[in-house]
Structures are given as structure tokens and as C-alpha cells.
């Protein structure tokens, strides 16, 4: 009978060992998650410039421009911007960019795009948005005087990725800009042909 109750007592000090270790590692992550932040997700710079390649023929595609116009679009290929730190962490690096941390953004130009033109083009594009689940989060849409501005930014749904259409008649330069968000990146993985490759529409 004595050597069940040594058993069970030491089996009983086993668990509680095992739940304190269990306890402390919660602990410890709940800590590292208060200090850090949400972690950023990894991203394959190659893999980004694809879809962002992808969406912005999405979009091009939406604004139903003339055909010609796709021989004039310019776009220098995808760009990064920076990103910070998370968590309390983040106070101990104030306006400090993260260098393993990068957002991810395509941008591309239709110069001499008549004002008729640049309207009707973003309002297509506007509803081809909407259907497909985007929400607008800021309409640029204004005229002071002589100066007219026609622009909006859609978020997709459930994500950070948005799209951004711009135009005023000073430049009638019709810009969009597509952007991807922030992801941790492997060290050279932006140096890739194909994280750097330019876009040109498919006629």
C-alpha cells in the first residue's frame, strides 16, 4: 500500500511538473508575442511581383482603355517600402525600418490621358472593384478652381493589399499603383531578375 501511494505521489509530482512547464512556455509566448508584436508572414519577392504583374493587368484590363495605350504605359517595376517593428518592442525603434521587413508595390503610368477618358476608365475599373469584393477606403475625387483630381483606394477584403488610381489635369498622367503588404523577406531574395522584372500590359 506504501509503495502506491510513493507511485502515485510521484506520478502526481510529475504532472504538476509537466503543466508548470507547459505554463511557463505559454508564458514565455504570450511574453515574446507582447514584445514582438504579430509576426510578419513570410513573402518570396518573385512570387510578389508575379501576383502584383497579375493584378495590375486585372486592373489595366478593368479601365478598358484604348488598345494603343498599352504600348505607352511605363512602369520601372516592383519597388519596397519599409516596415517597422512590432510589439512593445517598437518603442525602442521608433521610425527604425526593419531591414528583413519590406512591403511590396507595382506602379505604372498612362501619360496624355484626356480628362473624358480618365473618368469614364476609373469608374470602370471603380465597379470591376466593387464586384469583386474590394471596399473603398478614401475617394480623391475633387476640383478647386481650375485644378481637377480624380482618384480612390480599394482594399481587398480580409487582407492589407489595395490598389490606388490617381489622375488631375495638370500632368494627365492616369497612375495606378498596386501594392502588397509587408512580409519578411530572405537576404537577396530582392535582387532577383524576377523580383526586379518591369510590366508592360498584354495588349
Not at 510529475?14 to 508564458?27: F, K, P, R, S, Y
Not at 503610368?109 to 472593384?129: I, K, S
Not at 466593387?130 to 478652381?145: S, V
Request: include cysteine; aromatic fraction near 8%; glycine fraction near 10%.
Amino acid at each position: 500500500m506504501k509503495k502506491k501511494r510513493v507511485g502515485l505521489t510521484i506520478l502526481a509530482a510529475v504532472g504538476a511538473l509537466a503543466l508548470l512547464a507547459v505554463g511557463v512556455d505559454a508564458g514565455a509566448k504570450k511574453v515574446s508575442e507582447l514584445w514582438n508584436g504579430k509576426p510578419y508572414p513570410s513573402a518570396d519577392p518573385a512570387a510578389v511581383a508575379q501576383l502584383l504583374q497579375e493584378r495590375s493587368q486585372w486592373a489595366y484590363d478593368g479601365l478598358g482603355l484604348p488598345p494603343a495605350t498599352a504600348g505607352a504605359v511605363h512602369s520601372s517595376g516592383m519597388d519596397t517600402g519599409a516596415c517597422y517593428y512590432r510589439g512593445l518592442r517598437g518603442f525602442g525603434h521608433i521610425d527604425d525600418a526593419r531591414l528583413d521587413v519590406v512591403d511590396f508595390s507595382l506602379r505604372w503610368e498612362v501619360p496624355g490621358t484626356p480628362e473624358n477618358t480618365a473618368r469614364e476608365a476609373e469608374q470602370r475599373l471603380r465597379q470591376r472593384l466593387e464586384r469583386a469584393g474590394w471596399k473603398l477606403t478614401h475617394d480623391g475625387n475633387r476640383t478647386i478652381e481650375d485644378f481637377v483630381e480624380l482618384g480612390y483606394r480599394y482594399r481587398q477584403p480580409g487582407a492589407e493589399d489595395h490598389i490606388d488610381v490617381r489622375w488631375n489635369n495638370r500632368t494627365t498622367t492616369l497612375v495606378v499603383s498596386v501594392y502588397a503588404p509587408c512580409g519578411q523577406v530572405r537576404p537577396g531574395s530582392l535582387d532577383t531578375d524576377a523580383a526586379k522584372a518591369g510590366w508592360t500590359p498584354a495588349a
